[in-house]
């Protein structure tokens, strides 16, 4: 049976503004969704894919096929064409970006029509339309979009931008404008089968990546929010089912992080307490004490919870 390696993962306490979604008007607003029933802020998974692939750059002597330009403001490419994945070259020739989040490369066909063909039943002759290319790859690690822990409330911030304040902006007054602003934890999951990537250490590589994230999302004013894990729950399985996305839930009462789902599911034996390495603030609760206590691994530290983690995958799932 496969190993399968997944994840959910609680940001730290802090306000997201100026993740840019739709603009109405002067108001830079975030990204949207109904969650339940109610309005929550969100982060995309293409965002935090784009943090992500800055540390896997870090991770590794050759670092990433794509990084991002930051003069230029364009992607630059070490290896456009994929010649690593053409069968010829070596699994360690291939970029760990590639191999952990996958691409896709398409062309369009050089020519509207392809060579004349006959019909056979008309005997008649005709141009079949030619057909692209595409190199495609899907990406192993995957990632959930991370979703606000609580509710949007509206809050806009008014700002005025100073004279001159762009080049392109010749006015002599200040230009107002607003922000949404969100007062938020954000949650979100990942998932990965190690056996999939051409090298599977990476697999480890990208635990310990995801458990060291910084800023994500923004534009070029990228607002100061740690992504990094405050909690997380982490489990290495042969089972191919998460089964803990989206377990955090804030107690409107007391405003301490809960997970009741999750205490259910181990109880109900659907998640395995012996699987899970529970991380973070969340690690020190009475909920993690219980699953302590049927099993799971706690550790006060996230750092070193993405170590043990990493260790367990080494070993193919097993504890060692």
């Known amino acids: 049976m496969s190993m399968h390696v997944f994840g959910a ?7 997201a503004a100026n993740n840019r979604a739709e603009t109405e008007g002067n108001i830079t607003t975030l990204q949207k969704l109904l969650w339940f029933g109610r309005v929550h802020s969100s982060v995309s998974a293409e965002a935090i894919r784009f943090a992500l692939r800055r540390r896997l750059a870090e991770a590794e002597p050759r670092g990433t096929n794509r990084t991002w330009d930051e003069d230029a403001r364009v ?3 070490k290896d ?8 010829k070259g070596k699994d360690a ?4 970006d590639d191999d952990l989040l996958g691409f896709m490369s398409a062309e369009a066909a050089k020519d509207e029509t392809g060579p004349e063909a006959s019909d056979a039943r008309t005997g008649s002759g005709k141009k079949p339309r030619a057909k692209g290319t595409a190199k495609v790859r899907r990406a192993v690690l995957e990632i959930a979009r991370a979703i606000s822990l609580t509710p949007f409330g509206g809050d806009v911030t008014f700002n005025a931008a100073s004279p001159g304040a762009a080049p392109s902006r010749k006015d ?3 230009t107002p404008y607003g922000t949404e602003v969100h007062a938020t934890r954000y949650q979100y999951g990942f998932a990965m089968t190690p056996e999939r990537l051409r090298v599977p250490g990476r697999a480890a590589t990208a635990v310990e990546a ?3 994230l910084g800023e994500v999302a923004g534009n070029h004013g990228r607002f100061l929010y740690d992504f990094s894990p405050e909690s997380a729950v982490l489990r290495v399985t042969h089972d191919p089912a998460p089964r803990l996305l989206y377990v955090f839930e804030e107690d409107r009462k007391t405003g301490c992080i809960i997970a009741p789902n999750l205490i259910a599911r181990v109880e109900s034996d659907d998640l395995p307490a012996a699987e899970l390495v529970i991380a973070g603030a969340y690690s020190q609760t009475d909920e993690a004490k219980r699953l302590k206590e049927l099993g799971a691994t706690i550790e006060p530290g996230v750092r ?3 170590r043990i983690v990493c260790d367990r995958i080494a070993a193919g799932g097993k504890r060692p």
């Open 210 to 212: 995801l458990c060291a």
């Open 93 to 96: 020739d291939t970029f760990i």
């Open 9 to 15: 993962i609680l940001t730290h306490h802090g306000a």
């Open 80 to 87: 456009d064409a994929f010649l690593a994945w053409s069968g």
């Open 304 to 306: 070193k919870a993405a």
């Open 172 to 174: 002599k007054n200040p």
């Open 75 to 77: 992607n630059a490419w």
